[in-house]
């Protein structure tokens, strides 16, 4: 009976820990969504695209083979071997074989096939860019996530404090040492508070159906994620000094892939004006094919169908050149306009090193006030929890009006809000500015 006792609460035990949800890391969140963000998904289905591109360039270096059947009947009049006009009916049939190879093309393979190479690197920085900005996403709503958590409990700690209350008012007006007006205040306070609690789990839980939703996930429900303690959270959002913007800029512009992309593309416009500029040298292809026939006409004896293929079998090889002369322009616009395209990406890098330089300034100013900001809350959550405590000890003596107790809580429960705020701020904002520098992003 004990050992099966033992074994109940054994299994009881192990089937508690399994109920337990699994706790979401921002580094499992961020693989799982570049796993499965469809955007994403469709970016690659682009690079794979453009490997194919890549090879079929490639492959044109090499020789192409072509077959083909024919067969005719003609009928009505005609004329004949013997140089008269008769009614015949003839029939034919050949079989041919040819293929053809690209000598010279006035550099257009080769330039072709390093634009493709480069197109390739640059869809790759691409999808690096896709993964990134999902990334962003991600850790954008899991501090939302923590904020809001962290107000929520805020809210309950005010429930807390206005129940206890409401419980000693109770034992006041029972006692006759307090009026019924002064009760139903405190009760009206405790609803309110409720209702702020309320709206805060809320919005808890819209902060998480958001995040589930970057991660594709089917439902919300049972998701939760790593929630770091106090004395991690002030070390991660800690007030370290911040480098200048312009270092930050140094280093991301060597490893965003924003940049490369538009780098890569620029190197690109190279070859698409050497490719236009082809079409002004003359091509030379090499020819090369095999033949045969078999032909009848009525009213004549014709060999037997394989003496004929064999009798009628031929050869020929040849060196095709095309010299180009005029061809309306053609030729002259394709270079300028790949010039024009030459210069239009020109100014779609530099749009992209100065829209980074932009929001890497943003992130800077963003980080510097998140760190005065923590630093003036939690100087302001000190003076207003004292202040909360000596007006709390004045309230229950009666030397404070119940007014006046809500007004210090209150002031005191906005102040750890506001810290709250300003530290998840502080910890995103100095995590962005690692990310632009090439790190991980992950708190």
């Known amino acids: 009976m004990k050992k099966f006792v033992i074994c109940a609460l054994c299994i009881v035990h192990c089937a508690l820990l399994g109920a337990q949800p699994h706790l979401w890391s921002l580094r499992e969140c961020c693989d799982y969504a570049v796993e499965h963000n469809i955007s994403i998904k469709q970016q690659q289905n682009q690079r ?173 429900d049972g998701f939760a994620i790593v929630k770091p303690n106090l004395d991690e959270l002030v070390e991660l959002s800690g007030l370290s000094e911040l480098i200048t913007p312009d270092q930050i800029y140094a280093e991301a512009l060597g490893v965003k892939p924003e940049i490369l992309s538009q780098e890569l593309k620029l190197k690109g416009t190279e070859h698409s004006i050497k490719i236009a500029q082809a079409g002004n040298l003359p091509s030379l292809s090499l020819s090369g094919g095999l033949g045969t026939n078999y032909y009848t006409t009525s009213g004549f004896k014709s060999d037997a169908f394989g003496t004929q293929l064999k009798n009628n079998f031929s050869q020929y090889i040849g060196l095709n050149l095309n010299v180009p002369i005029f061809n309306r322009f053609q030729t002259r616009n394709n270079i300028r306009n790949a010039r024009i395209n030459q210069e239009n990406q020109q100014l779609a890098l530099e749009n992209t090193k100065k829209t980074l330089y932009k929001d890497i300034q943003q992130v800077y100013y963003n980080a510097l006030n998140a760190q005065s900001k923590e630093k003036s809350s939690e100087e302001a959550l ?52 690692e990310f632009y520098r090439g790190k991980d992003l992950n708190f």
């Open 48 to 220: 794979r695209q453009q490997e194919l591109t890549l090879s079929t360039s490639k492959n044109s270096r090499l020789p192409d083979l072509s077959g083909s059947v024919g067969q005719n009947f003609s009928f009505g009049r005609g004329l004949t071997a013997q140089n008269t006009y008769s009614n015949t009916n003839t029939s034919s049939t050949s079989f041919s074989l040819g293929t053809s190879m690209p000598i010279f093309t006035g550099f257009q393979i080769p330039n072709q096939i390093k634009l493709d190479q480069l197109n390739l690197e640059a869809a790759t920085a691409d999808l690096e860019k896709a993964k990134n900005d999902i990334r962003m996403q991600v850790a954008q709503a899991y501090v939302q996530i923590l904020y809001d958590m962290e107000i929520a409990e805020v809210a309950h700690r005010q429930i807390e404090i206005d129940s206890m209350q409401v419980v000693r008012l109770q034992a006041f007006v029972d006692n006759g040492k307090a009026a019924e007006a002064e009760l139903s205040q405190q009760k009206a306070t405790l609803a309110n508070s409720r209702l702020t609690a309320t709206q805060a789990d809320n919005n808890t839980r819209l902060a998480i159906l958001s995040l589930t939703q970057l991660l594709e996930l089917p439902t919300p």
């Open 382 to 433: 000190k003076s207003t929890k004292d202040a909360f405590q000596l007006m709390q000890a004045k309230y229950e003596n009666g030397k404070a009006t119940i007014t006046e107790f809500n007004e210090s809580k209150n002031t005191y429960l906005k102040s750890e809000s506001d810290l709250v705020q300003a530290r998840y701020e502080n910890l995103y904002q100095h995590a962005l500015i």
